[in-house]
């Protein structure tokens, strides 16, 4: 006889209905009855609300946070405050940007914010700026001009050469250079301190003494002008401003007789030491040994053949 599941059997199948029905009379009186309280109710909390967001208080980033400073700067009413902006602008090389504001510059009602852009220009680089630079050499203040010249030959321009020659020699190379009432107003100290002098003509400290004291030993207001001239035209190939150099070796002011030899010995040129051996016998002993030093340097030196002239005039 085979046994049946207990489950099966017709009277246990009664008990599960009732037990069935039981459990969920149950569960729904529980969750129908309330529930007593276990202790005191707690204390209400306040409710906490998240702050509003501010899209137009996000912090700006560094790069946008300067060029708001620049940008602002370069349209200040304050001429000052535009020059050193500009000028800072020699700090980023290959961006087109500064290189746009500072070629605008060079048309700015303000020497100082012009002279600032021209020698921003060569020292950003900017090679494409040459033709606007050239431009410069005609404008009314010669220290802009003196700024346009460095930065050319920064920018391996040659036409800067002939305002140094300008300078150096007095007289005007063909249609190009400063005219006579430019190259006397380099004579004012206290317009060369306005413009800024040093950074106008570019000036390199000569043999080793820097601007201030250069100008404090020299009495003649444009000798360090016409000094710092003769040292930019060391790398000039035009033969004219090696003739121009050894003029120099002679001249009454011993700043510009020295600046002169170091040029001629960076010039590199043994052709010229038949010229400058008079040097050596100089009153000055600074310029004597720069002469003497010039002399054995250009001595061991091959010769060298020097083109009749690089540039139309």
């Not at 129908?32 to 202790?39: D, H, I, K, Y």
């Not at 609300?49 to 060029?67: E, G, I, L, Q, Y």
């Not at 009413?77 to 800072?88: E, H, I």
């Not at 606007?132 to 220290?143: A, F, R, T």
Request: charged share 25%; net charge positive.
């Amino acid at each position: 006889m085979s046994k049946r599941p207990w489950a099966a059997r017709p009277g246990n199948l009664g008990l599960f209905g009732v037990l069935g029905l039981l459990s969920v009379a149950g569960i729904s009186a529980r969750a129908q009855a309330p529930t007593a309280p276990s202790g005191p109710p707690p204390e209400k909390q306040p409710a906490v609300t998240a702050p509003a967001t501010n899209t137009s208080a996000t912090p700006k980033t560094p790069r946008k946070k300067a060029w708001g400073i620049l940008r602002e700067a370069l349209q200040d009413d304050s001429a000052d405050k535009r020059a050193k902006a500009v000028r800072a602008l020699g700090l980023l090389p290959r961006n087109a940007e500064a290189g746009n504001a500072a070629i605008g510059a060079l048309k700015d009602g303000k020497a100082n914010v012009r002279l600032a852009a021209a020698a921003a220009l060569g020292s950003m680089h900017a090679e494409d700026a040459t033709s606007e630079l050239e431009k410069v050499l005609s404008d009314s203040e010669p220290v802009v001009v003196l700024a346009a010249a460095n930065s050319l030959l920064l920018l391996h321009d040659d036409a800067g050469y002939d305002v140094y020659y300008d300078v150096l020699t007095g007289e005007r190379r063909a249609h190009k250079g400063l005219i006579k009432g430019q190259l006397d107003t380099l004579k004012d100290k206290k317009k060369m301190a306005e413009l800024g002098f040093e950074e106008g003509i570019g000036f390199i400290p000569f043999a080793g003494i820097g601007y201030e004291i250069f100008k404090t030993v020299t009495k003649d207001n444009s000798s360090p002008v016409r000094a710092a001239a003769a040292k930019k035209l060391a790398h000039d190939p035009s033969p004219d401003s090696g003739e121009a150099l050894v003029t120099a070796t002679t001249d009454k002011n011993w700043t510009v007789r020295a600046a002169a030899l170091e040029a001629i010995a960076e010039r590199g040129d043994r052709s010229l030491v038949p010229k400058i051996t008079a040097a050596m016998d100089d009153e000055k002993e600074l310029v004597r040994f720069m002469a003497a030093a010039c002399v054995a340097h250009l001595s061991d030196l091959p010769l060298k053949k020097v083109p009749a002239n690089t540039r139309n005039p």
